[in-house]
Protein backbone atom coordinates (compact mmCIF):
# COMPACT_ATOMS: atom_id res chain seq x y z
CA UNK A 1 0.00 0.00 0.00
CA UNK A 2 1.21 3.09 -0.91
CA UNK A 3 0.40 7.08 0.38
CA UNK A 4 3.10 8.63 -1.71
CA UNK A 5 0.42 11.37 -3.18
CA UNK A 6 -0.21 14.73 -3.00
CA UNK A 7 -2.19 14.25 -0.18
CA UNK A 8 0.17 12.48 1.94
CA UNK A 9 2.64 15.24 1.87
CA UNK A 10 0.28 18.20 2.54
CA UNK A 11 -2.86 19.25 4.72
CA UNK A 12 -5.85 19.04 2.58
CA UNK A 13 -7.95 22.51 2.31
CA UNK A 14 -10.12 22.56 5.94
CA UNK A 15 -13.62 23.57 5.67
CA UNK A 16 -12.78 27.22 7.38
CA UNK A 17 -10.13 27.87 4.85
CA UNK A 18 -12.53 28.53 2.09
CA UNK A 19 -14.55 30.63 4.82
CA UNK A 20 -13.80 34.12 5.55
CA UNK A 21 -14.75 34.77 8.98
CA UNK A 22 -16.88 37.80 10.07
CA UNK A 23 -15.21 39.92 12.03
CA UNK A 24 -18.09 41.92 12.91
CA UNK A 25 -18.38 39.60 16.03
CA UNK A 26 -15.58 41.04 18.60
CA UNK A 27 -17.60 39.29 21.16
CA UNK A 28 -16.62 35.98 20.01
CA UNK A 29 -13.22 36.99 19.21
CA UNK A 30 -12.40 38.10 22.70
CA UNK A 31 -13.77 34.94 24.21
CA UNK A 32 -11.29 33.39 21.28
CA UNK A 33 -8.40 35.38 23.04
CA UNK A 34 -9.52 34.35 26.63
CA UNK A 35 -9.90 31.11 25.95
CA UNK A 36 -6.16 30.53 23.98
CA UNK A 37 -4.89 32.07 27.68
CA UNK A 38 -6.92 29.39 29.28
CA UNK A 39 -5.47 26.69 27.23
CA UNK A 40 -1.53 27.91 27.02
CA UNK A 41 -1.79 27.97 30.80
CA UNK A 42 -3.42 24.67 31.03
CA UNK A 43 -0.42 23.49 29.01
CA UNK A 44 2.44 24.73 31.26
CA UNK A 45 0.61 23.02 33.93
CA UNK A 46 0.64 19.74 32.95
CA UNK A 47 4.28 19.84 31.98
CA UNK A 48 4.21 22.23 28.73
CA UNK A 49 4.58 19.45 25.99
CA UNK A 50 1.01 17.50 26.45
CA UNK A 51 -2.25 18.76 27.41
CA UNK A 52 -3.60 16.71 30.45
CA UNK A 53 -7.12 16.18 31.20
CA UNK A 54 -9.37 13.84 32.93
CA UNK A 55 -7.29 13.63 36.11
CA UNK A 56 -7.75 13.19 39.88
CA UNK A 57 -7.65 16.38 41.89
CA UNK A 58 -3.90 16.39 42.42
CA UNK A 59 -4.13 16.87 38.34
CA UNK A 60 -2.27 13.39 38.34
CA UNK A 61 -2.71 10.19 35.80
CA UNK A 62 -5.66 10.73 33.30
CA UNK A 63 -4.69 11.27 29.57
CA UNK A 64 -2.11 12.95 27.73
CA UNK A 65 -2.08 11.62 25.15
CA UNK A 66 -5.04 10.96 23.50
CA UNK A 67 -6.57 13.92 25.68
CA UNK A 68 -3.61 16.12 23.89
CA UNK A 69 -4.32 15.26 19.94
CA UNK A 70 -8.19 15.49 20.81
CA UNK A 71 -7.82 19.15 21.77
CA UNK A 72 -5.37 19.53 19.29
CA UNK A 73 -7.28 18.20 16.43
CA UNK A 74 -10.11 21.10 17.70
CA UNK A 75 -8.27 24.26 18.63
CA UNK A 76 -5.58 23.15 15.53
CA UNK A 77 -8.40 24.71 13.54
CA UNK A 78 -8.77 28.15 15.12
CA UNK A 79 -6.17 31.19 14.03
CA UNK A 80 -6.17 31.85 17.82
CA UNK A 81 -4.43 28.41 19.11
CA UNK A 82 -3.55 26.71 16.13
CA UNK A 83 0.15 27.82 17.69
CA UNK A 84 -0.49 25.90 20.93
CA UNK A 85 -1.97 22.89 18.89
CA UNK A 86 1.30 23.04 16.82
CA UNK A 87 3.64 22.37 19.85
CA UNK A 88 1.82 19.69 21.27
CA UNK A 89 1.19 17.71 17.60
CA UNK A 90 4.89 18.35 17.32
CA UNK A 91 5.63 16.52 20.57
CA UNK A 92 2.95 13.86 20.13
CA UNK A 93 5.03 13.01 16.66
CA UNK A 94 8.05 12.62 18.44
CA UNK A 95 6.67 9.86 20.65
CA UNK A 96 7.50 7.39 17.94
CA UNK A 97 6.40 3.56 18.99
CA UNK A 98 7.75 0.59 16.91
CA UNK A 99 3.88 -0.13 16.14
CA UNK A 100 3.62 3.20 14.64
CA UNK A 101 0.19 3.89 16.59
CA UNK A 102 -0.22 5.58 20.08
CA UNK A 103 -2.02 5.14 23.31
CA UNK A 104 -4.08 6.72 25.64
CA UNK A 105 -1.42 7.94 27.80
CA UNK A 106 2.65 7.68 27.39
CA UNK A 107 2.44 4.15 29.15
CA UNK A 108 -0.50 2.56 28.03
CA UNK A 109 -0.72 0.37 24.86
CA UNK A 110 -1.38 1.86 21.44
CA UNK A 111 -5.00 2.24 20.30
CA UNK A 112 -6.79 2.80 17.51
CA UNK A 113 -8.86 5.89 18.12
CA UNK A 114 -5.66 7.99 19.61
CA UNK A 115 -3.94 6.84 16.69
CA UNK A 116 -6.11 8.49 14.81
CA UNK A 117 -6.34 11.65 16.80
CA UNK A 118 -2.56 12.27 16.76
CA UNK A 119 -2.80 12.41 12.47
CA UNK A 120 -5.61 14.68 12.67
CA UNK A 121 -4.26 17.09 14.84
CA UNK A 122 -1.53 17.21 12.29
CA UNK A 123 -3.97 18.13 9.79
CA UNK A 124 -5.75 20.92 12.11
CA UNK A 125 -2.43 22.15 12.91
CA UNK A 126 -1.25 22.09 9.69
CA UNK A 127 2.32 19.91 11.22
CA UNK A 128 3.68 17.77 8.39
CA UNK A 129 4.20 14.40 9.33
CA UNK A 130 7.25 12.42 8.08
CA UNK A 131 6.19 10.33 5.03
CA UNK A 132 7.40 7.18 7.00
CA UNK A 133 5.50 7.69 10.08
CA UNK A 134 2.42 8.67 8.03
CA UNK A 135 2.13 5.56 6.36
CA UNK A 136 3.00 3.68 9.72
CA UNK A 137 0.07 5.45 11.44
CA UNK A 138 -2.32 4.29 8.50
CA UNK A 139 -1.13 1.25 8.33
CA UNK A 140 -1.50 0.80 12.28
CA UNK A 141 -5.23 2.14 12.09
CA UNK A 142 -6.17 0.14 8.83
CA UNK A 143 -5.42 -3.07 11.15
CA UNK A 144 -8.12 -2.46 13.14
CA UNK A 145 -10.56 -2.45 10.83
CA UNK A 146 -13.12 -4.90 10.98
CA UNK A 147 -14.83 -7.36 8.12
CA UNK A 148 -18.38 -5.09 8.58
CA UNK A 149 -16.28 -1.36 8.17
CA UNK A 150 -16.21 -0.45 11.34
CA UNK A 151 -12.65 -0.08 13.99
CA UNK A 152 -12.16 -1.34 17.14
CA UNK A 153 -10.38 0.29 19.62
CA UNK A 154 -7.38 -2.48 20.44
CA UNK A 155 -6.87 -5.65 18.12
CA UNK A 156 -5.48 -8.51 19.55
CA UNK A 157 -3.22 -7.67 21.75
CA UNK A 158 -5.14 -5.48 23.24
CA UNK A 159 -8.00 -8.64 23.56
CA UNK A 160 -4.54 -10.37 25.61
CA UNK A 161 -4.30 -7.43 27.89
CA UNK A 162 -7.70 -6.53 28.59
CA UNK A 163 -9.80 -9.02 27.47
CA UNK A 164 -10.70 -10.47 30.66
CA UNK A 165 -11.92 -6.95 32.33
CA UNK A 166 -15.64 -7.20 32.78
CA UNK A 167 -17.49 -5.05 30.70
CA UNK A 168 -15.04 -3.83 28.48
CA UNK A 169 -16.25 -5.81 25.46
CA UNK A 170 -16.77 -2.70 23.40
CA UNK A 171 -13.11 -2.33 23.40
CA UNK A 172 -12.70 -4.49 21.00
CA UNK A 173 -15.79 -4.41 18.33
CA UNK A 174 -16.03 -1.69 16.33
CA UNK A 175 -17.42 1.26 17.45
CA UNK A 176 -19.14 4.76 16.02
CA UNK A 177 -17.08 7.39 17.50
CA UNK A 178 -13.61 5.69 16.81
CA UNK A 179 -14.99 4.20 12.92
CA UNK A 180 -15.28 7.95 12.67
CA UNK A 181 -11.89 9.16 13.81
CA UNK A 182 -10.29 6.33 11.93
CA UNK A 183 -12.31 7.16 8.52
CA UNK A 184 -11.52 10.99 8.55
CA UNK A 185 -7.22 10.30 9.02
CA UNK A 186 -7.80 8.13 5.99
CA UNK A 187 -10.06 10.65 4.31
CA UNK A 188 -7.38 13.16 4.72
CA UNK A 189 -4.38 11.40 4.05
CA UNK A 190 -5.07 8.78 1.69
CA UNK A 191 -6.15 8.57 -1.90
CA UNK A 192 -9.87 9.37 -2.20
CA UNK A 193 -11.57 5.70 -3.25
CA UNK A 194 -9.80 3.50 -0.85
CA UNK A 195 -11.35 0.36 0.08
CA UNK A 196 -11.45 0.81 3.18
CA UNK A 197 -12.53 4.13 3.49
CA UNK A 198 -15.77 2.87 1.41
CA UNK A 199 -16.13 0.24 3.14
CA UNK A 200 -16.03 2.67 7.04
CA UNK A 201 -18.63 4.88 5.00
CA UNK A 202 -21.09 2.18 4.31
CA UNK A 203 -20.23 0.85 8.29
CA UNK A 204 -21.47 4.59 9.86
CA UNK A 205 -23.89 5.11 7.39
CA UNK A 206 -25.37 1.67 8.89
CA UNK A 207 -24.75 2.91 12.54
CA UNK A 208 -27.37 5.39 12.27
CA UNK A 209 -30.57 5.22 15.04
CA UNK A 210 -33.75 5.47 14.38
CA UNK A 211 -34.04 9.12 14.82
CA UNK A 212 -31.28 9.34 12.35
CA UNK A 213 -28.21 10.57 14.21
CA UNK A 214 -25.14 8.42 15.88
CA UNK A 215 -24.59 7.23 19.47
CA UNK A 216 -21.11 6.93 21.38
CA UNK A 217 -20.11 3.87 23.39
CA UNK A 218 -18.05 6.35 25.76
CA UNK A 219 -20.13 9.51 26.38
CA UNK A 220 -23.30 10.76 26.98
CA UNK A 221 -25.89 11.97 24.54
CA UNK A 222 -25.75 11.71 20.70
CA UNK A 223 -23.49 14.50 20.03
CA UNK A 224 -19.92 13.39 20.43
CA UNK A 225 -20.24 10.21 17.91
CA UNK A 226 -22.90 12.34 15.19
CA UNK A 227 -20.34 15.33 14.91
CA UNK A 228 -17.31 12.79 14.40
CA UNK A 229 -19.41 10.92 12.00
CA UNK A 230 -21.05 14.03 9.84
CA UNK A 231 -17.54 15.01 9.61
CA UNK A 232 -15.73 11.91 8.74
CA UNK A 233 -18.56 11.65 6.39
CA UNK A 234 -18.12 14.96 4.90
CA UNK A 235 -14.06 14.48 4.39
CA UNK A 236 -14.99 11.28 2.57
CA UNK A 237 -17.52 13.31 0.37
CA UNK A 238 -20.55 11.03 1.39
CA UNK A 239 -22.41 14.61 2.53
CA UNK A 240 -21.95 16.04 -1.07
CA UNK A 241 -23.46 12.65 -2.75
CA UNK A 242 -26.70 12.95 -0.24
CA UNK A 243 -28.11 15.77 0.07
CA UNK A 244 -31.50 14.49 2.02
CA UNK A 245 -28.93 13.00 3.92
CA UNK A 246 -27.93 16.42 5.37
CA UNK A 247 -31.04 17.71 5.32
CA UNK A 248 -32.47 14.55 7.91
CA UNK A 249 -29.13 15.34 10.57
CA UNK A 250 -29.80 19.32 10.86
CA UNK A 251 -33.44 18.20 11.14
CA UNK A 252 -32.78 15.62 13.64
CA UNK A 253 -30.09 17.61 15.12
CA UNK A 254 -32.39 20.39 15.96
CA UNK A 255 -35.33 18.62 17.43
CA UNK A 256 -32.98 17.58 19.72
CA UNK A 257 -32.47 21.00 21.70
CA UNK A 258 -33.33 22.11 24.87
CA UNK A 259 -35.80 25.19 25.82
CA UNK A 260 -33.18 27.21 26.44
CA UNK A 261 -31.17 27.49 22.94
CA UNK A 262 -28.46 24.10 23.74
CA UNK A 263 -28.52 20.41 23.89
CA UNK A 264 -27.89 18.13 26.99
CA UNK A 265 -25.81 15.31 28.12
CA UNK A 266 -26.90 13.14 30.87
CA UNK A 267 -29.25 15.13 32.28
CA UNK A 268 -32.25 15.00 29.96
CA UNK A 269 -33.11 19.10 29.16
CA UNK A 270 -29.78 20.37 30.92
CA UNK A 271 -28.08 22.53 28.54
CA UNK A 272 -24.10 20.75 28.38
CA UNK A 273 -21.44 23.19 27.09
CA UNK A 274 -19.35 20.17 25.53
CA UNK A 275 -23.05 18.77 23.73
CA UNK A 276 -23.50 21.72 22.45
CA UNK A 277 -20.44 22.58 20.75
CA UNK A 278 -20.51 19.09 19.20
CA UNK A 279 -24.37 19.71 17.81
CA UNK A 280 -23.41 23.28 16.73
CA UNK A 281 -20.14 21.90 14.57
CA UNK A 282 -22.44 19.18 13.13
CA UNK A 283 -24.87 21.61 12.08
CA UNK A 284 -21.73 23.61 10.48
CA UNK A 285 -20.48 20.72 9.03
CA UNK A 286 -23.80 20.19 6.81
CA UNK A 287 -23.93 24.21 6.45
CA UNK A 288 -20.56 24.12 4.78
CA UNK A 289 -21.62 20.60 2.41
CA UNK A 290 -24.27 22.37 0.91
CA UNK A 291 -24.55 23.40 -2.79
CA UNK A 292 -25.49 27.38 -1.62
CA UNK A 293 -23.19 27.28 1.89
CA UNK A 294 -26.59 27.34 3.56
CA UNK A 295 -29.68 25.41 5.35
CA UNK A 296 -32.18 28.64 6.39
CA UNK A 297 -33.41 26.35 9.08
CA UNK A 298 -29.95 26.21 11.19
CA UNK A 299 -28.90 30.15 10.84
CA UNK A 300 -31.96 30.83 13.92
CA UNK A 301 -30.68 27.74 15.76
CA UNK A 302 -27.04 29.15 15.24
CA UNK A 303 -27.67 32.25 16.77
CA UNK A 304 -29.07 30.80 20.22
CA UNK A 305 -26.43 28.35 20.41
CA UNK A 306 -24.16 31.09 20.67
CA UNK A 307 -25.10 32.88 23.12
CA UNK A 308 -25.48 29.74 25.30
CA UNK A 309 -22.16 28.59 24.57
CA UNK A 310 -20.99 32.58 25.67
CA UNK A 311 -22.51 32.27 29.14
CA UNK A 312 -20.85 28.92 29.83
CA UNK A 313 -17.35 31.16 29.92
CA UNK A 314 -15.70 30.92 33.32
CA UNK A 315 -13.57 33.95 35.16
CA UNK A 316 -10.41 32.26 33.88
CA UNK A 317 -11.06 32.16 29.86
CA UNK A 318 -12.23 28.62 30.28
CA UNK A 319 -15.50 27.31 30.24
CA UNK A 320 -17.33 25.15 32.12
CA UNK A 321 -16.07 21.44 32.12
CA UNK A 322 -18.92 19.33 31.04
CA UNK A 323 -17.17 16.41 28.63
CA UNK A 324 -19.27 13.27 30.27
CA UNK A 325 -16.54 9.81 29.55
CA UNK A 326 -18.10 6.64 30.22
CA UNK A 327 -16.01 4.58 31.89
CA UNK A 328 -15.02 1.51 30.54
CA UNK A 329 -17.81 2.61 28.21
CA UNK A 330 -21.57 1.62 27.22
CA UNK A 331 -24.89 1.76 29.59
CA UNK A 332 -24.29 -1.51 31.87
CA UNK A 333 -24.82 -0.72 35.66
CA UNK A 334 -20.79 -1.09 36.17
CA UNK A 335 -20.00 2.12 34.33
CA UNK A 336 -19.28 5.74 35.82
CA UNK A 337 -19.17 8.71 34.52
CA UNK A 338 -16.05 10.52 34.17
CA UNK A 339 -15.82 14.40 34.12
CA UNK A 340 -13.04 16.50 32.56
CA UNK A 341 -11.32 19.38 34.25
CA UNK A 342 -12.00 21.93 31.58
CA UNK A 343 -9.19 21.71 28.56
CA UNK A 344 -10.93 19.07 26.47
CA UNK A 345 -14.32 20.70 26.93
CA UNK A 346 -12.93 24.57 26.05
CA UNK A 347 -11.49 22.85 23.14
CA UNK A 348 -14.56 21.51 21.37
CA UNK A 349 -16.27 24.90 22.02
CA UNK A 350 -13.50 27.27 21.03
CA UNK A 351 -13.74 25.26 18.27
CA UNK A 352 -17.89 25.65 17.72
CA UNK A 353 -17.02 29.88 18.31
CA UNK A 354 -14.65 29.99 15.26
CA UNK A 355 -16.84 28.32 13.35
CA UNK A 356 -20.14 30.38 14.26
CA UNK A 357 -17.92 33.44 13.82
CA UNK A 358 -17.60 32.29 9.99
CA UNK A 359 -21.62 31.80 9.76
CA UNK A 360 -22.65 34.62 11.74
Given at each position: M??A??????????????????????????????A??????????????????????????????W???????????????????A??T???????????????????????????????A???????????????????????????G????????????????????????????????????????AP??LP?S????A?????R?????????????????T?????????????E???????????????????????????A?????????????????V??????????????????????????E????G???????????????G?M????????????I???????????
Open positions: SYTDRARAPLPRPTDTITPRRGAPVIDAALARASYLETALERAGGRLWRDYTDAQGRKGSNVAAAFIAAHVGEVPETRALARVRALLEQRRPSGGWGYDEALLEDCDSTAWVLLARSARVRVDRKQLIHGLRFILDHQRPGGFVTYGPVGVELFGDIAQRDGWFTPQTCVSAAALAALATYRGAEQAVYLLSAGEDRLWRPYWWHGFTYAYHAVRALRLAGQLRDPALACAIVQATSQRRCSDGGWSGATGRVNGFATALAVLTLCEIESSPDGSIETATPILHEALATLLSLRPGGFAASAELLVPGGSSGTTMLDRGPFTTACVHALDRLRAHL
